[in-house]
Each structure stands twice: as C-alpha cells, then as structure tokens.
Nanobody, 124 residues
Framework: VQLQASGGGSVQAGGSLSLSCTVSGRRASEYGVGWFRQVPRKEREFVAAIKWSGDSPLYADSVQDRFTISRDTAKNTVFLRMDGLKPEDTAVYYC??????????????????WGRGTQVTVRE
C-alpha cells in the first residue's frame, strides 16, 4: 500500500489550499484514510479522517468547520480542503491508511501506511 500526498504550498492567512492523497495497492475506501500534521519537536497531530464507510468524517476541534475531507473512489484519492487557514496550521501534512477498519482513527498509532508529507505554510 502506497500513499502520495500533494498540494501543499504557501498561502496568506485566511486563504485556502487543497491537499490530495492518492492511494495505490488497495482501494482508498477499503479501510479509510486519515490526515495528520507535524511541526518540529511536536508529536504528529490528527487533523481529519474518513472511514471505510465514508460516513461521519472525523475532525480535530482545531480544524472543525474550516477543513473538509472527502474522497473520489473512482480516482482512489482522498482530499483535504482547507479554508480559513491560520498561521498555526503551518506544518507538514501526511496522509495515512490503517491496516484494518478496527482502528483508532484519530491517533497516528492507528495507521500503518504513511505517505511522504507535504509542506503547508500559512503566512501572517
């Protein structure tokens, strides 16, 4: 299973970015996909996740109502739309997939497959 994240960049505060995570080796819908972010010297932080069923996406409180996770099953891709970006959203963003559906979707420990990160920088 391989994941490839893309779409990062630099944007001014209040702006928007969309990240994509393309999954290969399995269907993106098979076990779900999560997005995490990390800044230096801090633990990887949960951002959002979409389960295998596609129902009830999960969001961190800090991004609720600003970020939207979605998927295109035909393209085997999961998206993270980020609106109203804040400087504190600056981080390397990673997408990940669990090995089973019986996992803790909001913890990085619940995921076994990780893509390379993509940098998101939000300027003041």
């Amino acid at each position: 299973v391989q994941l490839q994240a893309s779409g990062g960049g630099s944007v001014q505060a209040g702006g928007s970015l969309s990240l994509s995570c393309t999954v290969s080796g399995r269907r993106a819908s098979e076990y779900g996909v999560g997005w995490f972010r990390q800044v230096p010297r801090k633990e990887r932080e949960f951002v959002a996740a979409i389960k295998w069923s596609g129902d009830s996406p999960l969001y961190a409180d800090s991004v609720q109502d600003r970020f939207t996770i979605s998927r295109d099953t035909a393209k085997n891709t999961v998206f993270l739309r980020m609106d109203g970006l804040k400087p504190e959203d600056t981080a390397v963003y990673y997408c990940a997939a669990p090995q089973t559906t019986n996992t803790h979707y909001t913890s990085w420990r619940g995921y076994q497959y990780w893509g390379r990160g993509t940098q998101v920088t939000v300027r003041e």
